[in-house]
């Protein structure tokens, strides 16, 4: 059957001489893994820069039941980026975060509330002249609304805890390893109340940035089933220190 579809590029990675493996998630179909081939000559209609990641394409693929790889038919790019292959900082946080979807969303089917969410925010990240350095950090705890298991933000109080497996604060450790301390708890409440446009507002340094990282892919790895370590993470710590 052949379908339609707005689709973001997660993955991709060649298959022999003139194909590639993709990666996509798409809005009527959810995650999809694809094969396509692309052009050999700068004529062809399927090229291989379409594919990188997080690009914004629609394409018509066809989705078989019982195929392990769908194959892409055509393709197009839905929006071109203006700013993200051509700014270190923004190529490096959207290297990191298409690599951090492939992980969130291995398992999910069409849902047009969180296919809306990434690309909105993958379109506010092409058009934001500056002030973005936290965007991977809001970005990821705001997706955890969509995912099921966004903390619980009710219960907080200066000096409480936060139960990573729970996803709620409480007022002493839990009984098992994965809580938060108190000072760490405060950064939690502190960048849940940050959105996108405000995000700015709340300074945070670089141990801070990269300490709340490591919190929030550990939050992950407990909240879904076989997430990843990402490659990513350890060039996107040294490209947003400086």
Known sequence: MLVKTNAIVLHSFKYGESKLIVDLFTETQGRLGCIVRVAKSATGKLKKQYFQPLSLLEV?????????????????????????????????????????LCGATQREEADQPLYTYIYNSICWLDNCEHKFANFHLVFAMRLTRFLGFYPNLDDYQAGCWFDLRA??????????????PPEEARLIQLMMRMNFSTMHLYRMNRNERNRLLDIILEYYRLHVPDFPQLKSVSVLKEVMAV
């Open 167 to 180: 996803s709620c604060f409480c007022l002493s450790a839990p009984l098992h390893r994965d809580g938060l």
């Open 60 to 100: 018509i693929v066809d989705v078989r039941q019982r195929a392990r790889l769908q194959t892409i038919k055509d393709a197009r790019v839905a929006v071109p980026f203006v700013s993200i292959p051509f700014n270190p900082y923004k190529l490096s946080i959207s290297l990191f975060v298409a690599e951090f």
